[in-house]
């Protein structure tokens, strides 16, 4: 309920033909209000994708198998056709084609994807123009650092594919 003080109110026409109804109420008659606030600003990652320190938990596959099963199926229904560039793939499809190839994601960081193959290790990060490769020389084979690797999401999803899992 608002209480409002005598002093605050206009005084009411005499002749209510007279007055002006288009005309706003004094600014003093709301001394409460305020400006409604400005949106708040969305943060887009870019630049060189950072190393991760931590931990990943990857779950096994039959809790992954249980938990995203249907949703994750039907994400690969809806992907485009694999010639097609990656930039006209959605977030979901994308997810879910990663996941499709073995990719698990980051806990820290939802950008960042994780692959473990026998051959070698790898860390996949979604940049807002580039999606970038690093191949980990803490995984298996022998390489003497890690190999990064930048690809444009003007290719297509079957070229960034074949690259990707050709390794290092």
């Known amino acids: 309920m608002i209480a409002l003080s005598p002093s605050k109110l206009a005084p009411a026409p005499a002749n209510p033909s007279t007055s002006s109804s288009s005309s706003p109420p004094p600014a003093s008659f709301f001394p409460n209000s305020r400006k ?9 990652r870019s630049g060189r994708p950072r190393a991760l320190t931590g931990t990943f938990s990857k779950s096994s596959p039959e809790e992954a198998e249980l938990s995203s099963a ?27 084609w990663l996941r499709n190839l073995g990719f698990f994601q980051s806990r820290e960081d939802r950008a960042v994807w994780l692959i473990e193959l026998p051959e070698w290790h790898a860390q996949l990060s ?7 490769i690093r191949y980990l020389k803490s995984g298996p084979g022998n390489l003497e650092k890690d190999v990064e690797r930048r690809f444009s999401y003007a290719l297509s ?7 990707i899992l050709g390794g290092p």
Do not use: F, M, Q
């Open 36 to 44: 409604p606030a400005p949106p708040p600003r969305l943060h887009v």
């Open 126 to 132: 979604l940049d807002v123009t580039d999606l970038y």
């Open 70 to 96: 249907p949703e994750e199926d039907e994400w690969l229904k809806r992907l485009p056709d694999k010639t097609k560039p990656l930039y006209s793939h959605s977030l979901p499809c994308i997810e879910a």
């Open 157 to 163: 999803r079957e070229d960034i594919e074949n690259a």
